[in-house]
């Protein structure tokens, strides 16, 4: 019975540890690594006591190298722009500027993230009677693995087709290279100030690669920190709902209110340390959008082409969506505890209650963009009727060029 006992009790502790925020995170912050991203030690430590950033170490290093190949890219864009400006040269500087602030942007988070996380797992445990998060390993799991795929499909799609519209110039294989590479939107930069080579032109398309990456990994972070933080909430929420109605003594909303001071103390300085990549994403996000309504005024040849446009463009919006709604989950499960509040008998409503009601009503607790605006549900809102008002001024625009 005893054996019993203690093999029930490690399995708890292990099902705990699985789905606890620095577990939780380690899996894809090894993937991000491979790219450059977040150059911390110890994210697979049981502990994140022992989690170190460190400037002098391999993944710094790396990380600085990647760096740099995306500014010289983003130089490179501008460069090419001497001749005039354009819709299309544009879009290499928006895309590798924004990839170089990501990076710059990580690397300050990275050095902040051994702190975050030991408040996260010291939040953890001074709140283990809620549990942990069921299922949490495996639903950051499922999504990353869909946003990584989604993110492979359309970058191969875009390669491919480029490589199309190349073989139709020349059935030589280097001269298809050369032509796909110096005369493409995305790699044509580097090209104009060196000579192509088959070095270059691997170094190039490795670098755009890791660049891609990061363009999508950026959504993919706010959105499982958001679920992370935003299940936590629940938990908090759901062990309110047990007493909910019943008659507790002051004490216990005094530590009810405790544990929620808690939880915004950890939000609040979770948006300090990714308010900059939110804005950054949000902003990237908004003119790519933007961007691909343009494009879809212009005729498309081929069915790689279309497919391609497609996939992009729904890849980008859902990418969009989803970080809206997740981060916006955050506020919706913060004023939650409103309704059990609501609910506390009359010879229970103490000033703890009283305190604590007050906080939830007047607070708001949510990621910000450097707090020029709140992820809420009205943001998407706002987002589409910006949407929709571009698409109405360019179906506009394109009526006064066909005439």
Known sequence: MELHNTKSSTSKIHTENVNSFHHVMSSVLITAQ????????????PSAKQLRFRWWSIRTVFCMIVTLGAFLNLTFS????????????????????????MYMLFLQLARKWPNLVIQWENLELSQRRYGYPKFLNRKVKLITAIILVGALVEHVLSKASG????????????DLLCHYFTKRGTYNQIFVVMNYNVISASLTFISNFISTFLWNFTDLFIILVSISLTERFHLYNKYLVTVQGKILPESFWAQVREEYN???????????????????????????????LLNSLSPIDGIIDMLYFCWSFGFLLLR??????????????????????????????TT???????????????????????????????????IVTYEIVLKELNKITIR
Do not use: W
Not at 78 to 101: H, R, Y
Not at 163 to 174: E, G, M, P
């Open 78 to 101: 501008f460069m090419i722009m001497k001749s005039g400006i354009s819709f299309e040269q544009s879009d290499n500087i928006v895309f590798f500027g924004c990839v170089t602030a």
């Open 163 to 174: 490589i199309i519209v190349a073989a139709k110039c020349t059935d030589n294989l280097y």
């Open 320 to 349: 969009t969506v989803m970080l809206s709604l997740y981060a916006a989950s955050i506020y919706e499960e913060s004023k939650q505890p409103r309704i059990i509040l609501y609910s506390v008998p009359s010879e229970c409503f």
């Open 262 to 292: 808690c939880l915004s103390f950890l939000t609040r300085h979770l948006d300090s340390c990714i308010s900059k990549i939110v804005l950054v994403s949000y902003g990237n996000n908004l003119y790519f959008i933007c961007r691909q």
């Open 34 to 45: 491979c790219f450059g991203v977040m150059p911390v030690s110890g994210i697979t430590a």
């Open 352 to 386: 703890e209650v009283k305190r604590l009601l007050f906080q939830i009503t007047t607070d708001t607790l949510a990621l910000t963009g450097m707090n020029f605006f709140y992820i809420t549900r009205t943001l998407l809102l706002t987002l589409a009727g910006t």
